[in-house]
């Protein structure tokens, strides 16, 4: 029996390597981050109340037309070639409607001097390459060269929003004659009632459960009740992060945990004793929590947090300019 | 280990995994392959479009340029062998003629600063930069698709599956160093190790 632990180990040891060696590949992209809204100021060049604005703008129209127009600044492209690196964010971030493939991306390199629009494959008729080619050169560049990052990106954002829909009419960004109209926006990010509903979810759910298995788990000789034990973790680290690879490491710890439970269970009688007296028999009321704390979770989510985009995608359309 | 009577249902078990994980892997191959061939054909759709803007690009030139005719003529000559190929080697070769024509005629450009004054002309610099990137962009993800196929074509177990499926390795698109004066930087200078 222990020989069959080791093995099991040793091969979930070896398929997360392999995991992690499939996956490494080596790029100079480095990606700047998640995105935490439709404007990603890495570079921090715009005040707080114009990245509310001109966020609360784009937000409106993705809500209004499903185009989905994001800005990004950062500070420098690392000697990265700005084309490759707007297309990799792009396609990282996966901007615009999978379906339709209806995103921009306004990329700008601060201390560069650089800039970019990138145009998704859906958007490439409407927004043509000497569009956004016109928007740098005339709008941007003036504006940039005065460090007026603000009054630059809005004009570009204005005229891209006109591009894609001539009859929309743009209602949160100050025009460029006024400036200060501070609008009170909703900020992307995680905040408190997510993480309080994130939670409630797994106590109500995971307690009663774990309970159960854990009692088993250690009652009986085999020890694959780790593993499911181990496996909805590893679900719960999914749904909440995306880590595939903590799935299966839940799963690895799952197993080798049970079976240093059973062990315990064997060995040791006041073990044994507090096992058998843990009361599983909530598991009913937990299924009812389950259900509240789950539609807590959605409900919590679409209040305040950013989705992330579409998943669209760019041929690499656009053009490029400097200031 | 196993109980004599469960040794039967044990070994079906292996069985049915087995096939199951076949019949996965056959029809990943089947996709894979398609989505290289889609790839490939993105590539023709963006030269295409290269190719449309080029007389426009010599026109323009040529009004102020008209003397540089042996440029025009290789140009013209990379042009009309683009259309004519029908292999795809043809093409490829084709496109890498059209390439180096082009990037001739840029380098001249540079001597004549009324041309680079001109919005007309800065507009079709534009467009031909754009092309330009998308075709670098196609042939990037063409690579992609066939680094990932070829990973899986040669690796065991799943060659077996590819074989059965008569999927093969696929070829790596290499292009030529390109010079622009302009700056668009060439990227498709993939050349993934065997």
């Not at chain 1, 197993?255 to 009913?284: C, H, P, Q, V």
């Not at chain 2, 490939?40 to 005719?69: K, M």
């Not at chain 2, 029908?86 to 024509?101: G, L, M």
């Not at chain 2, 998308?134 to 077996?160: E, H, M, W």
Request: charged content about 15%; aromatic content about 10%; cysteine-free.
């Amino acid at each position: 029996m222990r020989f069959y632990f080791f093995t099991v180990a040793a091969l979930f040891i070896v398929v997360i390597t392999m995991m992690f060696l499939s996956v490494h590949s080596a790029q100079a992209y480095k990606s700047p981050g998640k995105p935490t809204g439709y404007v990603n100021d890495f570079a921090e060049v715009l005040s707080s109340d114009k990245h509310i604005a001109i966020e609360k703008e784009l937000s409106n129209f993705e809500k209004a037309t499903t185009n989905e127009i994001s800005v990004v600044t950062i500070p420098t492209l690392d000697e990265s070639p700005i084309e490759d690196y707007t297309n990799v964010l792009f396609r990282e971030w996966g901007i615009g409607k999978e379906d339709k493939n209806n995103g921009i991306l306004f990329l700008i390199a601060v201390d560069d001097h650089i800039m970019r629009i990138e145009v998704g494959y859906g958007l490439e008729g409407n927004v043509t390459d000497i569009a956004t080619k016109h928007l740098q050169d005339d709008i941007a560049r003036p504006a940039f060269r005065n460090g007026d990052y603000a009054g630059g990106i809005i004009g570009v954002v204005s005229g891209l929003v006109h591009l894609v829909e001539p009859e929309y009419v743009v209602t949160s960004m100050p025009s460029s004659a006024m400036s200060s109209q501070t609008v009170q926006g909703e900020r992307g990010g995680i905040d408190i009632f997510n993480i309080l509903f994130i939670v409630i979810w797994i106590i109500s759910l995971g307690v009663p459960l774990f309970a159960g298995i854990i009692k088993k788990g250690a009652q009986s000789k085999a020890w694959w009740h780790g593993g499911i034990a181990g496996g909805i973790l590893g679900i719960i680290f999914i749904v909440i992060w995306s880590a595939w690879i903590a799935l299966l490491i839940s799963i690895g710890t799952g197993l080798i945990i049970d079976f240093i439970l059973s062990i315990l269970y064997e060995k040791n009688i006041r073990f044994k004793k507090w096992i058998d007296a843990l009361n599983t028999r909530r598991g009913g009321s937990g299924g009812g929590m389950f259900f509240l704390g789950g539609s807590g979770l959605s409900g919590g989510s679409s209040r305040s947090s950013f989705g992330g985009f579409g998943g669209g995608s760019s041929g690499g359309g656009g053009s490029s300019g400097s200031w | 280990m196993i109980p004599k009577k469960y040794t039967n249902l044990f070994i079906i078990a292996i069985i049915a995994i087995i096939v199951i994980w076949g019949i996965g892997a056959y029809n990943r191959f089947i996709n894979l392959n398609e989505k290289v061939n889609s790839m490939w054909a993105q590539i023709d759709v963006q030269l295409q479009r290269r190719y449309d803007l080029i007389p426009n690009l010599v026109q323009s030139v040529q009004g102020v340029a008209g003397q540089e005719q042996t440029v025009f003529g290789d140009l013209a000559d990379a042009r009309s062998k683009y259309s004519g190929a029908n292999t795809a080697n043809d093409r490829v070769t084709a496109s890498n003629q059209i390439e180096s024509a082009l990037s001739r005629l840029l380098v001249i450009v540079e001597n004549y600063p009324t041309l680079q004054s001109s919005q007309a002309f800065r507009d079709l610099m534009t467009q031909l930069e754009g092309t330009e990137n998308r075709v670098a962009v196609a042939r990037k993800d063409y690579n992609d698709s066939v680094q990932v196929i070829n990973a899986s074509v040669r690796r065991f177990p799943s060659n077996i599956i590819a074989w059965m499926a008569s999927v093969h390795k696929r070829v790596y698109l290499e292009t030529p160093e390109t010079q622009k004066t302009t700056p668009v930087v060439d990227f498709s200078n993939l050349a993934p190790q065997e």
